[in-house]
């Protein structure tokens, strides 16, 4: 666990977003290539920390994302926190790439849902009524699509990405405000994946992977998809992992979801803290 989180703490993601018809310049680079070019960027980072840094691998993600392994902790810290410094060590790439926060997705239970997570607004009052610096919170979402709420429910669960970690540890203890109503937060754990094209959980596939030929309905196991189901009662729920009727496939009191997760949870020693390091 610990040296996990130290590999951790010493990474970096840069992304490259590239127009549609256009060329990644990265995509075009080896390993080798990538640890050079970094290397080379990080020449302000070594004056300023007074000690060499150096790149020691780079590991394309499947979107393209490249996540750069350092010998320091420190100057991944430094990259991520200075703006100044980012700025200098992004000079020798395409004005297209970035290097993307680490976030910490954390679960805020029951908020009414007069709040708006795609409202700036909202987030930016939700920062303010907490002490939350301006632009700590990157994003929110409900954790459920709105469609598969119930009839007359008046509040939900959001989730919200920071960009501090101190941030994220404090709420968890504490809570947060919204809407005049104090509520309570929990680290988001890893879950079992689940395809979006079967449904069927701990495959290890994702929907551009799927081996099945007809797209099967979340909801009610169907053959159509899940967005557009008509069920909108329990009665109705169809789950295509336990095959049980009165849940669905996105349940996370299902028999089947339950075993996959405590299996997961054996091998992920973070779902077992309260707390980010």
């Known amino acids: 666990m610990l040296a996990k989180e130290n ?12 127009a549609e018809g256009g060329i990644a310049t990265l995509a075009t680079l080896t390993p080798a290539e990538l ?49 100044e410094v980012r700025n200098s060590f992004m000079s020798l790439y395409s004005s297209e790439a970035s290097v993307k926060p680490r976030l910490y997705p954390v679960i805020v239970e ?18 303010e009524g907490n002490g939350i610096c301006t632009g700590e919170i990157e994003r929110a979402r409900w954790i459920k699509p709105p469609a598969r709420r119930e009839a007359n429910q008046r509040a939900a669960h959001l989730i919200i990405l920071l960009t501090n970690p101190r941030t994220a540890n404090r709420i ?10 104090l509520l309570w937060c929990r680290k988001l754990l890893k879950e079992p994946s689940r395809c979006l094209k079967c449904h069927k959980i701990g495959t290890g596939h994702f929907a551009s992977q799927c081996p099945e030929d007809e797209e099967k309905c979340g ?50 020693p973070d779902n077992q803290y309260r707390y980010f390091p």
């Open 7 to 18: 590999t951790k703490a010493r990474q970096i993601l840069v992304d490259e977003k590239v």
């Open 110 to 127: 029951r908020v009414p849902l007069s709040f708006k997570p795609e409202s700036n607004a909202d987030i930016r009052n939700l920062e």
């Open 219 to 268: 909801t009610c196991g169907s053959n159509h998809r899940t967005r557009g189901c008509p069920v909108n009662d329990r009665e109705g729920r169809y789950c295509i992992n336990c095959k049980m009727r009165g849940h669905a496939a996105w349940d996370r009191g299902c028999p089947i979801f339950i075993t996959q997760y405590d299996k997961l949870a054996s091998k992920v």
């Open 172 to 181: 968890i203890r504490d809570g947060i405000r919204a809407h005049q109503t």
């Open 35 to 83: 640890v050079e070019k970094a290397n080379l960027a990080l020449t302000d980072v070594s004056h300023r920390l007074a000690k060499k840094v150096s790149a020691v691998t780079a590991n394309r993600l499947r979107n393209g994302g490249i996540v750069y392994e350092l010998d320091l902790s420190e100057a991944a810290s430094l990259i991520q926190e200075n703006e």
